[in-house]
């Protein structure tokens, strides 16, 4: 059985960093593209960021970058997000998912791409005040 659980959300001030974990089980950790999504109230899902199985290349979306670090460690199949200079539009539910698909990650942004994440966390809430 496939388990996918996040931890490390919480509260901090703008400006402020967190680092999110996600652990996968159940699944050869190696042969999946991982990625981090987030939702705020009544918005929709929106992918963060994506390490991609095929070379390790990594992506993300544009109000991120430069602020926020995704990595792995195969070896201990989690799955990492470093935070830093966060701002108060960061605040949201953060998923962890991984894709069987290696094409995944250079799509990040297209819509309803989260249909192609098979195995999906339950979320850690981040939430940024100004």
């Known amino acids: 059985q496939v388990q996918v659980v996040e931890s490390g959300g919480g509260l901090v001030q703008a400006g402020g960093s967190l680092r999110l974990s996600c652990t996968a089980s159940?699944?050869?950790?190696?042969?999946?593209?991982m990625a981090w999504f987030r939702q705020a109230p009544e918005k929709e899902r929106e992918g963060v960021s994506c390490l991609s199985r095929i070379d390790s290349r990594t992506y993300y979306v544009d109000s991120v970058k430069g602020r926020f670090t995704i990595s792995r460690d195969n070896a201990n199949t989690t799955l990492y997000l470093q935070m830093n200079s966060l701002k108060p539009e960061d605040t949201a539910m953060y998923y962890c998912a991984a894709s069987s698909f290696g094409w995944v990650c250079p799509a990040l942004s297209q819509y309803q791409i989260e249909k192609y994440f098979g195995y999906w966390g339950q979320g850690t809430q981040v939430t940024v005040s100004s």
């Open positions: 159940g699944l050869s950790f190696d042969d999946y593209s």
